[in-house]
Nanobody, 127 residues
Framework: QVQLVESGGGLVQAGGSLRLSCAAS????????MGWFRQAPGKEREFVAA????????YYADSKKGRFTISRDNAKNTVYLQMNSLKPEDTAVYYC????????????????????WGQGTQVTVSS
């Protein structure tokens, strides 16, 4: 079992930045690919970004490329999502997820693939 706890959400003005963190416990996060998803009210959970277990490969939803950066520190059992140039449409609950397999071999953009989830952190971007 892996427990994931997100932090770093909050209220920010459009154009601002936030850095989300996801702290893992239970098992070393280095054994897992990690990802971020988000869900806005009334919408389905959507893929944001993912990173391979060793941090070499990263994957982004097209609309997030250039604004969001995913990274990880396996020594700290933590994954990050740096979000810049935030827009009101980025408002959502952001979830951290862990996957036991290889991202290359799966549809990582599908929430059904991921094995463990955090409780989420709210990000609100005001215009």
């Amino acid at each position: 079992q892996v427990q994931l706890v997100e932090s770093g959400g909050g209220l920010v003005q459009a154009g601002g930045s936030l850095r989300l963190s996801c702290a893992a416990s239970g098992r070393p996060v280095r054994n897992y690919a990690m990802g971020w998803f988000r869900q806005a009210p009334g919408k389905e959970r959507e893929f944001v970004a993912a990173i391979s277990w060793e941090g070499v490969s990263t994957y982004y939803a097209d609309s997030k490329k250039g604004r969001f950066t995913i990274s990880r520190d396996n020594a700290k059992n933590t994954v990050y999502l740096q979000m810049n140039s935030l827009k009101p449409e980025d408002t959502a609950v952001y979830y951290c997820a862990a996957y036991r397999g290889n991202l290359v071999d799966t549809d990582y953009a599908s929430p059904r693939v991921w094995d463990y989830w955090g409780q989420g952190t709210q990000v609100t971007v005001s215009s």
